[in-house]
């Protein structure tokens, strides 16, 4: 599939990074959400909500009842940072569809990224819960000598979420263009359908694996409440 004129002519350079068309994408992607929140949120009524505030209204109980049921408790102050990134991912995910653009999820800086994201959420939601002695001295437990296995843990485990993302998106999109130039356009929807419900799995994935890992986190300062 080849790249949107737009963004080719759009792509530019910023000292010594080149601004290519995955990031101009995810600037795009980033400013779409941002904006449908503030139009959707901006008229809010309890009495006669629209179906826009309804629709909304749906998806954060939905992604409410999913945190709460990983981290009991957490749901209201883990929702600002899961709910965002499974909806970027999902959509991330879906920009694949639209002719001309690829998924930026199909590329590993992109994935890095969120991946690091992800890594970095863990720690402020353990320290911010335990405390930083606290939360440190977690990786000494049950023995000292288990240091570098965890350290070893929390390195692989974020590598893994990495390249499970790219890697699974990298193959649907080639997957579909190898169908594609097989049996041309004769069979259209059910790619679509495919495309579709993989890159919403993906973003499942992604989001469930990120919330278990932060969750993680936190019941750790749960159990040591109850052994104290």
Do not use: C
């Not at 963004?7 to 904006?35: C, Q």
């Not at 590993?108 to 440190?136: N, P």
């Not at 004769?186 to 419900?197: G, R, S």
């Amino acid at each position: 599939m080849g790249k949107p004129e737009f963004l080719e002519l759009l792509t530019f350079h910023l000292g010594p990074l080149y601004i290519d068309t995955t990031v101009l994408t995810t600037w795009l992607l980033m400013a779409g959400l941002t904006g449908l929140a503030w139009f959707g949120t901006r008229r809010l009524s309890v009495v006669s909500p629209t179906r826009l505030q309804t629709a909304f209204e749906g998806t954060v109980l939905a992604l409410q009842a999913a945190i709460d049921g990983a981290a009991p408790g957490y749901a209201l102050r883990l929702l600002p940072f899961i709910g965002t990134l499974w909806l970027f991912v999902g959509v991330a995910n879906l920009a694949g569809l639209v002719p001309g653009l690829r998924s930026p999820t199909g590329n590993l800086s992109v994935t890095v990224a969120l991946a690091m994201l992800v890594f970095v959420s863990v720690h402020w939601f353990g320290i911010r819960i335990d405390g930083l002695r606290a939360y440190l001295h977690h990786y000494l437990e049950p023995n000292p000598i288990l240091l570098p296995f965890h350290l070893m843990g929390e390195l692989t485990r974020t590598l893994a979420l990495a390249v499970r993302l790219f890697g699974n998106m990298m193959s649907l999109e080639m997957a579909a263009l190898l169908v594609l130039l097989v049996a041309g356009f004769l069979a259209p929807v059910p790619l679509l359908m495919l495309h579709i419900v993989e890159a919403l799995v993906q973003s499942y994935i992604f989001g469930m694996l990120a919330l278990v890992y932060v969750a993680g986190a936190l019941q750790s300062h749960e159990l040591k409440k109850r052994s104290d």
